[in-house]
């Protein structure tokens, strides 16, 4: 499958809303669907993955701008970037061998969205049909003009995706 051809669905909403649990509840269905599934998470404030005084990241502190790390099981790239990649950029030059991408982080995208909310949040939802909501998961029923799913029923979510996003390949 050529990457471009890779569905993209953006899992967005603000901070503790459950993004991160509901990403888990999705990848754990579609797997057991016979998905192959590959995630991208942005963190606006950075993060590390080398450790001082282990091998990569003496190879990075020798002036290094990409240090791969390789065992029989797993595969790590750990690259200076200029800017923050683009979604696109980042499935198209490193996904790969997957059936679908679930991101979470990137509010602002093209991307088919699924918004987490939370009514103990008190506060209105970040998207819009017409920003490409696709629907909204959320521990009360809204009325909206996308489906409004149970937060908790992963399986309506994920039945919600294929339909509109896979179909079934």
């Known amino acids: 499958m050529k990457k471009r051809e890779i569905p ?3 899992i967005v909403g ?3 809303t459950g993004k991160t649990t509901l ?3 999705m990848i754990g269905e579609l797997v057991g669907r016979g998905y192959r599934v590959a995630t991208i998470k942005h963190n606006l404030h950075g993060f590390d993955i080398d450790h001082p005084g282990k091998d990569s990241w003496r190879h ?5 701008r990409m240090t791969v790390l390789a065992s029989p099981k797993k595969m790590a790239l750990i690259k200076d970037v200029e800017r923050d990649y683009t979604i696109d950029e980042i499935r198209d030059r490193y ?3 997957a059936d679908i991408i679930l991101v979470e982080g990137y509010k602002e995208n093209d991307f ?3 918004e987490v909310f939370r009514s103990t949040l008190g506060v209105e939802l970040l998207s819009r049909k017409e920003g490409n909501l696709l629907a909204v998961a959320s521990d009360r029923t809204l009325d909206i003009d ?3 799913l149970d937060i908790n029923d992963a399986r309506a ?3 919600l995706v294929e339909e509109r996003c896979l179909k079934r390949r």
């Open 8 to 10: 993209v669905v953006s």
């Open 14 to 16: 603000r901070s503790n």
């Open 23 to 25: 990403i888990e509840k």
């Open 60 to 64: 990075r502190e020798a002036g290094a």
């Open 95 to 97: 996904v790969d061998d």
């Open 112 to 114: 088919p969205k699924i």
């Open 146 to 148: 996308v489906p409004c």
């Open 157 to 159: 979510i994920v039945d």
